[in-house]
Nanobody, 126 residues
């Protein structure tokens, strides 16, 4: 496993969590790192993405203003801060590193990403 997520858990609606994605196999600098999620019975969907080469960030439209992606180069870690969480945010969250072929226009296309973590469970419930 080249990417490891952490920070998931149980949170009340309206609460916040910070997910972390770290790699022990390669530096996350100069990579595009994405966060995806998959809820039970649903397809995996893109949540957010950061191009560490230029710092550009991308978000799923419905999450703009509530989720924030960032990186800490010194810690070789990418974070996803999730605020004002809703019950529909319950899912397994995965981080992934894109391969050589990637387009910002279709940043959420899972096929661009060839290294995936094992996922971390996020449950939003009272």
């Amino acid at each position: 496993v080249q990417l490891v997520e952490s920070g998931g858990g149980l949170v009340n609606p309206g609460g916040s969590l910070r997910l972390s994605c770290v790699s022990s196999a390669f530096t996350l600098n100069d990579h595009v790192i994405g966060w995806f999620r998959q809820a039970p019975g649903k397809e995996r969907e893109g949540v957010s993405c950061i191009d560490t080469r230029d710092g550009m960030t991308y978000y799923r439209d419905s999450l703009v203003g509530r989720f924030t992606i960032s990186r800490d180069s010194a810690k070789n870690t990418v974070y996803l801060v999730m605020d004002s969480l809703l019950p529909e945010g319950t899912a397994i969250y995965y981080c992934a590193a894109a391969g050589n072929i990637w387009s910002p226009i279709a940043w959420s296309f899972a096929g661009y990403y060839d290294s995936w973590g094992q996922g971390t469970q996020v449950t939003v419930s009272s």
